[in-house]
């Protein structure tokens, strides 16, 4: 089994920063290409980054450009979202999502639900005004 765990979120004032975490225990980082979803309540989830199995093919969604850094450890087979100047509209549940590179056949990773089977449970992230 792919289990995906997050974690890293919480409550942050508006203007400062997070950084979550995404781990998939037993399996190697590099195997996986990976995409970080947020889910505000009322909303559909949307996605915020994606990061190809290489690490090499990054995409970011338009509305965090310039405030979000998708990285991997593969040290510690950790995939990282560092996220700036947060304001109120970033409040959400923060999700994140695994495709094994055999079933991609190819580097890349995309902004679509639909890509990934193995998703984590979430983490919170309040931002307060």
């Known amino acids: 089994p792919v289990h995906v765990a997050e974690s890293g979120g919480g409550l942050v004032q508006t203007g400062g920063s997070l950084k979550l975490s995404c781990t998939i225990p037993?399996?190697?980082?590099?195997?996986?290409?990976m995409a970080w979803f947020r889910q505000a309540p009322g909303h559909e989830r949307e996605a915020i980054s994606c990061?190809?199995?290489?690490?090499?093919?990054?995409t970011y969604q338009n509305s965090v450009k310039g405030r979000a850094t998708i990285s991997r450890d593969g040290a510690t087979n950790t995939l990282y979202l560092s996220m700036s100047s947060l304001n109120p509209e970033d409040t959400a549940m923060y999700y994140c999502?695994?495709?094994?590179?055999?079933?991609?056949?190819?580097?890349?990773?995309?902004?679509?639900?639909?890509?990934?089977?193995?998703w984590g449970q979430g983490t919170q992230v309040t931002v307060s005004s």
């Open positions: 999502a695994a495709v094994h590179r055999a079933r991609v056949g190819y580097d890349a990773c995309a902004m679509s639900q639909s890509w990934y089977p193995y």
């Open positions: 037993n399996h190697r980082l590099e195997d996986y290409s």
């Open positions: 990061s190809s199995w290489s690490g090499e093919r990054i």
